[in-house]
């Protein structure tokens, strides 16, 4: 079986903590044993081997046990967390789910079974394997979901090298690419998975401090917020000796300050793709945007100023859309790199640079420089359509206190006049009380609605 050698290693640590939920810990030894229970309540349901279920709910005991009983019978999860009503209809029609599990929040969980046929050929091509699968739902910040179908075989397959023992709070979501490598990575490790009930900084920073996590896994939405809030101050951070951040490029100012709050934390860039999985890296240092990644499984280039993957852990393909490689197994990321020696530097994706009459914006470096401004709670910079210079750099601002929007105004592009290039300058600074970024906590490019 594709984790008998993960139920194995996890009998190691037999009464070592594997999770600590709600304050209450559980050990690897109930974490299999509530996996075995899965195995009886899926029997006792008719959920046989090989079917597609769909998970909904997120970390628990009871999530992750069942999470690793699907993937032991062979079935294809479609871990669903956070979803709205319609995007759930709408993916459970796409996967062809034949049956949901959910899990309340009180971890007690609700089996039913849907009347459907799997037909979908990238889908009969895995059961016919007789392997367990994973569909995960992209959840870029523009365009439309794609379903990524993946041979779970393939992505467990690096976590069989032993790595770090750590204590890790479970910030990613279970249906991301990134939350599924924090939870195996922990477990294959004997690690210990800190989940948390609410995402905003307090919430996290108290997990932090009472579980002595070691480890925080985020994204640089997140980071801002826990600047913006100082809840560093109000909780006892000192346990922590690793930050990742990722799904989003680093403004260097959002880095620059969370290198000064956490100075004993070391940071590092990650990178991953819902259609490849999560590659090695090493950022150059805690305060530098360049990083290198790959590892083994996965080979990277960059063609034309644009970064392309290759790796053994990538997906069998898309469900609704056609596949993204090429014929040498190659994918186009759609992100725009640098090179400096065996280092790279993201500098965002293609879809979302903004054409100035030929020269190029980048929204992350704006981003950056706007966060500076006294009063900045948060911005998102885009571009507008623009009859005469094609385009236009457009910047939505949250603030701190009430401020006149002309005076506002007229201070950010004072600011931005001897940091930035006229051209990148927002010709257009829109003030708006609403969240710009996703449950995920990433940022939203769309157009929002403005006070």
């Known amino acids: 079986m594709s984790v008998t050698w993960l139920y194995t290693r996890m009998a190691e640590w037999h009464e070592q903590p594997a999770i600590i939920w709600k304050d209450k810990t559980v050990t690897y030894g109930a974490l299999l044993d509530a996996t075995a229970a899965w195995h009886s309540a899926l029997d006792d349901h008719g959920v046989g081997r090989g079917q597609v279920v769909a998970l909904e709910g997120d970390y628990s005991p009871s999530t992750c ?50 009347d459907v046929t799997v037909t979908h050929p990238l889908t009969r091509e895995l059961l016919d394997l007789g392997d367990p699968g994973l569909v995960l739902f992209s959840s870029g910040a523009t365009g439309k979901n794609k379903a990524a179908l993946h041979n779970f075989t393939a992505l467990l397959e690096k976590f069989k090298t032993r790595r770090h023992q750590m204590r890790t709070i479970s910030f990613l979501l279970l249906d991301h690419i990134g939350g599924i490598n924090t939870l ?93 999985g999560i590659l090695r890296s090493k950022s150059k240092d805690s305060g530098s945007l360049w990083v290198r990644i790959g590892g083994d499984g996965f080979e990277t280039k960059v063609v034309d100023g644009m970064l392309w993957v290759r790796a053994q852990s990538a997906m069998m393909g898309y469900l609704n859309a056609p596949s993204p490689f090429d014929a040498e197994g190659w994918m186009n990321t759609q992100d725009m790199a640098e090179i400096d020696g065996d280092y790279i530097r993201i500098l965002g994706r293609a879809t979302e640079v903004i054409n100035i009459g030929g020269q190029k914006v980048y929204p992350a470096e704006v981003e950056s420089v706007l966060l500076q401004v006294p009063n900045v709670r948060d911005v998102t910079v885009f571009g507008e359509k ?61 157009p929002q609605p403005t006070t």
């Open 386 to 446: 623009n009859l005469i210079t094609g385009q236009i750099v457009v910047a939505k601002v949250n603030v701190l206190e009430p401020e006149p929007p002309a005076q506002l105004k007229s201070r950010i592009r004072a600011f931005c006049k001897d940091r930035l290039a006229p051209y990148k300058i927002p010709a257009k600074i829109e003030i708006t009380d609403h969240g710009q970024f996703s449950p995920r906590f990433k940022k939203m490019r769309r």
């Open 65 to 114: 046990a069942l999470l690793l009983a699907l993937i032991d019978r062979a079935a294809v999860a479609v871990p669903l967390s956070g979803v709205s009503r319609g995007e759930r209809e709408e993916f459970i029609e796409i996967a062809e789910v034949q049956a949901v599990v959910s899990v309340a929040s009180d971890d007690t969980g609700e089996i039913r079974q849907r």
């Open 184 to 276: 195996l990575y922990t477990l294959s490790n004997g690690g210990v998975v800190v989940p948390v009930e609410g995402r905003d900084p307090d919430t996290v920073c108290g997990a932090i401090a009472r579980h002595r996590v070691q480890l925080l896994p985020t994204s640089p939405t997140f980071l801002n917020l826990l600047l913006i809030s100082e809840a560093y101050r109000r909780h006892d951070l000192s346990s922590l000796e690793l930050v990742t951040y990722g799904t989003e490029v680093m403004p260097a100012s959002t880095l620059q300050r969370i290198r000064e709050i956490l100075p004993h934390a070391r940071l590092l860039q990650t990178y991953g793709l819902s259609e490849v």
